[in-house]
């Protein structure tokens, strides 16, 4: 185990100073770049990290970023490039911001930022320091990570993983494997996901475009859920006190559950096959002509196509105190 830490370079606040470390020698360890730039306005850090593996390839990256955004992207290269903006009052501050990177023999690499807080100088609001890191790398990496108010995303990576934040919006887009991402108050967006995906947030938005893969599942307490182009064939979507859009494909043997407590529910179903339903709400709209049976509990129930060679698929769609609309398309 080897902690690789980005240190600070010390500057006089004055007249804007520039300072720049060379790349270290080919075949040397990390090659590293920095700049830093202090003026009156403040100090600032740019700082790129080339990390090549030693052994093993490198197979999962687990970082946590409280400091600002975390920005990680796959590509086809073998090292870890990691470019860092550190943004601070002035120099001192600015040293006081610390990157910490442990390259593991297992193949997995753990990244933390934190403020030094040992230091014996003026104290400095966290709202005035900022860190972010845009982070490349091999697209098999498995990604956990975390931040607290910034954003974090993810694209073109292919071994899932697991994505958290406080406040921070979560942004993922054209990646594969299985995803669970949680936040208390941000939103999230994702775009062309292949696999899993397991989405929840206490107090935000889900919007989510082409979804392809055995399930989705996305819950919020108080926010809405927006999902098109959805080919999963299990889906589950939930709002306590939100609105639920979603326009998928069911297939034979598909389940598909939308529920809310207080939002309106508007499905579009896209049938490849026989397709049952089951729906409840305030308000009840279903496709004109069908023969629709109510249960003593006031759920509607109605069968759409018949192929007795192939497993039906099943829709449940409900609202205790929201509007229930669905359109199906065959």
């Not at 700049?35 to 946590?64: C, M, W, Y």
């Not at 943004?87 to 297992?106: G, H, M, Q, T, Y």
């Not at 406080?166 to 696999?195: D, E, L, P, W």
């Not at 109510?294 to 105190?321: C, K, M, W």
């Amino acid at each position: 185990m080897k902690l690789i830490a980005f240190g600070m370079l010390a500057l006089v606040v004055g007249v804007p100073v520039v300072a720049a470390q060379p790349a270290s020698p080919k075949g040397k360890g990390p090659t590293t770049q920095r700049t830093v730039t202090v003026s009156n306005a403040g100090a600032r850090e740019h700082t790129h990290l080339e990390l090549a593996p030693t052994g093993k390839a490198f197979q999962q990256l687990i970082a946590d970023n409280q400091l600002g955004d975390l920005h990680i992207v796959g590509y086809d290269g073998a090292a870890l490039i990691i470019d860092t903006e550190k943004l601070a009052p002035d120099a001192e501050s600015l040293e006081r911001l610390r990157v910490s990177l442990i390259p593991n023999p297992d193949g997995s690499v753990r990244l933390v930022t934190t403020v030094d807080t040992s230091r014996e100088s003026k104290p400095v609001a966290k709202a005035a320091l900022r860190l972010d890191l845009t982070i490349k790398v091999p697209r098999a990496v498995r990604l956990d990570a975390k931040v607290g108010a910034g954003t974090l995303s993810a694209e073109n990576l292919d071994a899932g993983g697991e994505l958290d934040t406080t406040s921070g919006t979560i942004a993922m887009k054209n990646v594969a494997g299985g995803f669970i991402t949680n936040t208390v108050t941000g939103a999230q967006r994702f775009t062309t996901v292949f696999g899993t995906l397991d989405s929840s947030a206490v107090n935000a938005d889900v919007a989510i475009d082409s979804v392809v893969g055995p399930s989705l599942v996305a819950s919020v307490h108080r926010g809405s859920i927006s999902a098109r182009r959805v080919r999963s064939q299990r889906i589950g979507l939930t709002s306590t006190e939100g609105k639920i859009a979603l326009e998928a494909d069911a297939n034979n043997g598909s389940v598909i559950s939308v529920s809310s407590v207080r939002g309106d529910v508007q499905v579009t179903i896209r049938r490849h096959g026989a397709l049952r339903i089951n729906a409840s709400g305030a308000t009840v709209a279903l496709p004109k002509g069908s023969a629709v049976q109510t249960d003593a509990n006031g759920v509607r129930h109605l069968l759409l196509g018949a192929d007795p060679t192939a497993e039906t698929a099943v829709l449940t769609i409900q609202s205790r105190y929201g509007a229930v609309k669905l359109v199906a398309i065959q």
